[in-house]
Each structure stands twice: as structure tokens, then as C-alpha cells.
Nanobody
Framework: QVQVVESGGGLVQAGGSLRLSCTASGLTFDDYAMGWFRQAPGKEREGVACISSRGISRYYSDSVTGRFTISRDNAKNTLYLQMNSLKLEDTAMYYC????????????????WGQGTQVTVSS
């Protein structure tokens, strides 16, 4: 049984930083592209950052480029998202997912999803 579990969310002031982590079990981690997605109330889900199975290629949405960094440790079956210079508009539920494609973070290509971790940025 595949399990994907996110952690690291919380409340942070604008301009601050957070690091999200995601562990996946029940699958061959380094066979999968991994991604971070987010959804704010009343908005569509957005692919924030995705990374290829071996960590060679990365994609970032325009809204986070230059502020967020995605990385993975295949030896630990763990995915990370370092979020710096956080803005109010980064407030959302953040989801980790395992899937088949990193380019442009196509959510329909992602098969296994976590329950999400809430990130709230305050002024």
C-alpha cells in the first residue's frame, strides 16, 4: 500500500521561510517524478514545483521561481520544498504527489497523493 505523508507546514510571517518534507512508502521512490502542489480556498490546484525521478530536472511555477527550491533524497524516500521569502498569496494547503512527469507539473499524471500540510503566511 502506497503512503505519502507531508510535514513541515505551519504559520509564518511574510518574508519568512519554511521547509516542507514528504516521505513516500510502498513504492519504488526513485522510479517516480515527485511534485508539490497547492490549493487555496476557492482556487484551482496549482503545480508549484516538480522534480524528475533522479533529481536532475526541475520545474517551478512562475509564482514561486526564485523563492522555492525542490529537492529529493532517494536514499531516504523523501522529497523537500524549501520556501523562502514567503508571501501572503503562498497561503494554501500543500500536497506532495508521486507521478510520471515532472515537466510543467501535470497533476493528472500524478497517481499517489498525500493528505496535505497547511501553510499560512501572515502579515
Amino acid at each position: 500500500q502506497v503512503q505519502v505523508v507531508e510535514s513541515g507546514g505551519g504559520l509564518v510571517q511574510a518574508g519568512g521561510s519554511l521547509r516542507l518534507s514528504c516521505t513516500a512508502s510502498g513504492l519504488t521512490f526513485d522510479d517516480y517524478a515527485m511534485g508539490w502542489f497547492r490549493q487555496a480556498p476557492g482556487k484551482e490546484r496549482e503545480g508549484v514545483a516538480c522534480i524528475s525521478s533522479r533529481g536532475i530536472s526541475r520545474y517551478y511555477s512562475d509564482s514561486v521561481t526564485g523563492r522555492f527550491t525542490i529537492s529529493r533524497d532517494n536514499a531516504k524516500n523523501t522529497l523537500y520544498l524549501q520556501m523562502n521569502s514567503l508571501k501572503l498569496e503562498d497561503t494554501a494547503m500543500y500536497y506532495c504527489a508521486a507521478g510520471g512527469s515532472w515537466y510543467q507539473c501535470p497533476s493528472d499524471k500524478y497517481n499517489y497523493w498525500g493528505q496535505g500540510t497547511q501553510v499560512t503566511v501572515s502579515s
